[in-house]
Each structure stands twice: as C-alpha cells, then as structure tokens.
C-alpha cells in the first residue's frame, strides 16, 4: 500500500515535470529573434526547466543530483547573464537603436500626413483656406 | 507499476522535445546562445541518463549523469569569466 503511493508520488513528480518542460519548449520556440532582451527571456524560460529537472530528479529517486543542481542551477543563470550583459551586448543595443530608429520614422509619417491633410484642405476651397488652416494649428 | 513506468516514457518524449529546442538555441547567432543552449543540453542529456538507467536498470547512467552535470556547470561558468574578460581587456 505504501509502495503504491510512493510510486503514485513519483509518477506525479515526473508527468509535472514532463508538462513544465513541454511548456518551456514551447515557449521558447514561440520566442522571436528580433525582440530586444530576447535571451534574458529565454534564461527566464530556461529557469522553469531547472526547477522541472530538479523535481524529475526527486522523482527518480536522486535526491542528492537534485538538491546539488538545486543549488548550481541559479549560478550557472547567473553567469550566463552576467556574460551576455559584459561580453556582447552591442547586438542587443543595435537592435535598441534600429527599434528607436523606426519609432522615430512612424512619427515623421504621421507629421507628413496631417500636413498632407492640411495641403488637401487647402486645396479643395481657396477662398476659405486662411481660416481652416488656423482651426487645425489650434487642434 | 505500469503508472510509473508511463509517466517514465512521457518524460524521455519531453526531453527529447527540449533537447531538440536546445538545439535550435545553441544554432542561434550569438556566443551566448551557444553557451546557454549548451548548458542546457547538458542538463537534458543528463536527465535523459536518470530516466533511461532507471527504466532498464542501469546503474552507471547515474554516475554519467552526476558527471555531466558538474562539469557541465563548470564549463559554464568558466566559459561564461572568459567571454566577459575577453571585452574587459
């Protein structure tokens, strides 16, 4: 009876760890490249499959690997992001920049179409053209 | 038990599953993906040991296991000092 429910835990242990690692694939595969701080996101997704292994390992009955990765895991993320943000985060400012670059153009393209819009006002009615053109600089 | 023994199995499939997205980490551009797909690898194959040794009884796959994952762990971190001293210098 006891072995049954020893066995039932496990099992437990094991199919939970099996769905958060099914979960964190499928996360990371989601993932886009483009994102900034993209591998930041992905350590953070990583983090959920250390906890999995930690419980899969508990679940084998490896107590011992589990509580020595217990402990290792948060250093080895550690220096992973410790490397990244001190080593080659120039890739990760370029794509900083190039995202500042094309917020910056989608505002000069809504400025030339509201002055598009004040063009075409004044051309459809010239003789009103003076007293339209100040309702929209006051808007 | 059978219950056991298929949870067992769901788990190698998920790991096969996570070893193939580490993969595609580690194929990513930067060094740090490889060194964090890596990792990750190692963590996974590591696991993949656990469950196969205990399906079929095998007692080494542990002491494979336990080997992989400290020396995974060092060379992580030992690669991770030498990718930020090598822009410090």
Request: net charge negative; hydrophobic share 50%.
């Amino acid at each position: 009876m006891i072995n049954t429910i020893f066995e039932i835990l496990q099992s437990l242990c094991l199919i939970i760890s099996a769905i958060l690692i099914l979960i964190a694939s499928i996360g990371i595969l989601r993932l886009k490249n483009d994102m900034t701080n993209v591998i930041y996101a992905k350590l953070h997704f990583l983090g959920i499959v250390d906890v999995a292994g930690v419980l899969a390992m508990i679940g084998l009955n490896q107590p011992l690997l589990a509580a020595i990765y217990f402990i290792l895991a948060p250093i080895v993320g550690h220096a992973m992001a410790n490397a990244y943000y001190y080593g080659e985060d120039e890739y990760n400012k370029e794509l900083n920049a190039s995202e500042n670059n094309n917020s910056k153009n989608n505002n000069s393209k809504n400025n030339n179409t509201t002055k598009f819009k004040e063009e075409h006002i004044d051309n459809q009615d010239e003789q009103y053209s003076i007293s339209k053109l100040t309702i929209i600089n006051e808007d | 038990m059978e219950i056991l023994l298929i949870s067992q199995y769901i788990l190698m499939v998920s790991l096969v599953i996570f070893l193939l997205v580490a993969i595609k980490i580690t194929t990513n551009k930067t060094i740090a993906m490889g060194l964090i797909g890596s990792a990750t690898f190692s963590l996974g194959i590591a696991i993949l040991l656990l469950v196969y040794g205990a399906i079929h009884n095998i007692e080494f796959c542990k002491d494979i296991a336990l080997a992989l994952l400290i020396l995974g762990v060092i060379g992580t971190i030992a690669f991770s000092i030498v990718l930020r001293r090598e822009k410090h210098d």
